[in-house]
């Protein structure tokens, strides 16, 4: 399986999120995580249209979790951001050149398809079994929340 790049970052983001006691601009999630603004701000649009995050406007602008951090797992993350279709798509290709197989023989999935979609599910489930607050957990969380009160540093030419 290969994930985008934003697949990480988004995640970073939502632990973030999850200690935040307010939104958090994503300026500052940027530069917390020393990454292009642009770029995670494509993102979070993608974990807000999947009901992830919420934006909020104004002065105190910023993003926060929709939900409690112990119920979004990582596979929400992923599928919001690389979406939800399959790794692995099957095109039949032992139905065609010199050793194609008649149609009679492929009324079921064959060897190849069934062990690939046995290892999505269970890649799915492992991502599902493990949540923000999980995440979270294996951070140094009085660290980040000092550092998430900290004002942002301008940045002088």
């Given at each position: 399986m290969k994930l985008s790049g934003g697949v990480e970052w988004s995640l970073h983001c939502c632990v973030v999120l999850s200690q935040s006691e307010g939104p958090v601009p994503t300026a500052r999630l940027a530069e917390l995580h020393g990454v292009s603004k642009t770029y995670l701000a494509k993102h979070l649009r993608a974990l807000a249209h999947a009901d992830l995050v919420n934006p909020t406007e104004g002065r105190d602008g910023g993003y926060v979790l929709?939900?409690?951090?112990?119920?979004?797992?990582?596979?929400?993350?992923?599928?919001?951001?690389?979406?939800?279709?399959?790794?692995?798509?099957?095109?039949?290709?032992?139905?065609?050149?010199?050793?194609?197989?008649?149609?009679e023989q492929c009324r079921s999935a064959c060897g190849i398809a069934k062990v690939m979609a046995d290892a999505e599910k269970a890649w799915r489930a492992s991502l599902s079994g493990v949540t923000i607050a999980d995440l979270a957990a294996t951070l140094d969380l009085p660290a980040l929340r000092k550092i998430l009160t900290t004002p942002i540093t301008p940045i002088t030419p």
């Open positions: 929709t939900r409690a951090p112990e119920k979004i797992t990582v596979l929400d993350v992923v599928q919001a951001v690389d979406g939800t279709e399959p790794a692995f798509r099957c095109t039949e290709i032992r139905q065609q050149g010199i050793l194609a197989a008649p149609p």
